[in-house]
């Protein structure tokens, strides 16, 4: 009877070991597998969002200004400038800087300059006082463009149709601007003059329909025709001291324009000179200009003109001409 006793105690015992065996090994791989499950969750969580909030970085945001190599540049010495004059870029960049020397002999011109359409930002070294006509003429990708104070001569169309330059400093010792330097130069909305200007050319400014605003140096002499023609954005203009004529069509088609200031010195408006200016409401003129020629304010139809004491509108401005 005892051994039967001990018998039944003691496969009792092996099956309470077997049993806590069994619960030590279930908890275990229950443990395991949320250890495993919870790593590989985490890190792909974390790995998901470390590459979804990293900014990518490209290479057109960078806008760095590089000087590229000489064997980037097509040039040529001239011994009349006594320097070497530059007009070709070969290479890929899109904002670059012409070096001030080549060959160990100073830039001093720029050409008739050709470059690949890629180009959006230059400078120009100091040094330079020559920009040849038709230098930068319909680089329609140019944005912004630096020129230096040694800069005495901006040649005719340098800038024409760069549809997409925004601002331009003229410097302090260039007295011309020639001809068509910025026609369609449709994003133009700032001009500044740093020095003494004394002619702005002919159709200088045609068709920059973002201007709104210019002054216009007091040392200006001589504005040629068609210099503001299609400026649409124009809103107000003040002719300096000195300008004697208005010359033909020069501020034809402004149609935004709203306020126009002539000085005492002006004693000839031609024709067409402000044609259909048609948010323009009012305009004094002194009595000393002297001939108005037809059609000077035709197409003005809100215009009211004051001259010698009485009153021109668009119905009766024939008797001005």
């Known amino acids: 009877m005892k051994k039967r006793i001990l018998s039944i105690i003691l496969i009792m015992s092996m099956v309470m070991v077997l049993a806590a065996c069994g619960d030590k090994e279930n908890v275990n791989s229950s443990v395991n597998s949320n250890n495993t499950g919870t790593t590989g969750t985490v890190a792909n969580d974390n790995n998901s969002g470390t590459v979804s909030q990293e900014p990518a ?24 400038l006594g320097g070497i004059s530059v007009y070709k870029y070969k ?18 011109e ?32 140019l944005i912004s463009i630096k020129l230096p104070e040694s800069v005495t001569t901006i040649g005719a169309n340098a800038f024409d149709g760069c549809k997409g330059l925004t601002e331009i400093t003229i410097p302090k010792n260039v007295t011309t601007i020639e001809k068509r330097t910025f026609n369609e130069c449709e994003a133009l909305k ?44 124009l809103k107000e203009i003040v002719i300096p001291e000195g300008i004697k004529v208005i010359k033909a069509q020069t501020f034809a088609v402004c149609n935004s324009l709203t306020s126009v200031t002539i000085p005492s010195t002006v004693t000839e408006i031609y024709a067409q000179a402000f044609s259909s200016c048609v948010a323009l409401r009012s305009l004094e003129l002194h009595d ?34």
């Open 57 to 80: 970085t490209k290479a057109e945001d960078i806008e760095q200004v590089v000087e590229p190599a000489a064997t980037d540049f097509e040039y040529k010495y001239d011994a009349v």
């Open 110 to 141: 720029i050409g008739q300059f050709y470059v690949n359409s890629s180009v959006k930002t230059i400078e120009i070294p100091e040094g330079v006082t020559n920009i040849k006509a038709n230098a930068f003429k319909t680089w329609k990708n």
């Open 190 to 233: 700032k001009v500044t003059f740093a020095g003494n200007v004394t002619t702005i050319g002919e159709e200088v400014f045609r068709m920059c329909s973002k201007l709104e605003d210019i002054k216009i140096p007091a040392s200006v002499t001589t504005i040629e025709a068609r210099a503001f023609m299609y400026c649409t954005g």
């Open 91 to 108: 290479g890929k960049e899109a904002h670059i800087r012409i070096p001030a020397k080549l060959d160990g002999e100073p830039v001093k």
């Open 288 to 321: 000393g200009i002297k001939k108005i020629y037809l059609g000077a304010f035709d197409g003005c139809t809100a215009l009211t003109v004051t001259y010698k004491g009485k009153s021109y509108n668009s119905s009766n401005f024939k008797e001005l001409y």
